[in-house]
């Protein structure tokens, strides 16, 4: 659980701005979308492997 402290005088939007940015450093939601569905391992490693070669072709273009 993110615990976000509010200082003195300290608005609630700057502190709210500060759990935004916590919570999205933590990739919480990227991993309970990814745990939402089963996918064997794999096709983890197969999608790993295209992405790779895929990253690989776009820096080699030039």
């Known amino acids: 659980m993110l615990i976000i402290e509010v200082?003195?005088?300290e608005s609630i939007d700057r502190a709210l701005k500060r759990y935004k940015r916590k919570h999205q450093s933590t990739?919480?939601?990227r991993q309970l979308r990814r745990r939402k569905h089963f996918t064997k391992?794999?096709?983890?490693r197969r999608t790993e492997v295209l992405k790779a070669?895929?990253?690989n072709a776009k820096y080699r273009q030039d």
């Open 7 to 9: 200082k003195d005088g």
């Open 27 to 29: 990739k919480l939601m």
């Open 41 to 44: 391992p794999s096709v983890e």
């Open 53 to 55: 070669s895929y990253i």
